[in-house]
């Protein structure tokens, strides 16, 4: 789910293990291309002797409901 719009990359952590494994793991939060979603996306990636894995998954809410839900945080804080 490749986007021309820029992420924030919310965390970003590369582990390293004595037995020459390596752990990478994004989560960044971006718009969809029409701007009508925001795109959570998980990006975990394991290399190790014996070959590599990666995971990546995308979850997205209408940007309306978000807006909906700060609307309502709002009201509760006031």
């Known amino acids: 789910m490749a986007s021309e719009q820029p992420a924030l990359i919310l965390e970003q952590r590369v582990s390293k293990h004595a037995d020459s494994e390596l ?3 994004e989560v960044s939060l971006r718009l969809s ?3 009508h ?4 996306s998980h990006y975990t990636e394991h290399y190790s002797p014996q070959g590599s894995q ?3 998954q995308h979850h997205q809410v209408p940007m ?3 807006l909906h839900w700060f609307a309502q945080q709002a009201g509760h804080n006031a």
Do not use: S
Request: net charge negative; glycine share 0%; charged share 25%.
């Open 37 to 40: 979603h925001l795109i959570l």
């Open 64 to 66: 309306n409901e978000v």
């Open 54 to 56: 990666w995971v990546e």
């Open 23 to 25: 752990h990478c793991h």
């Open 33 to 35: 291309n029409d701007r």
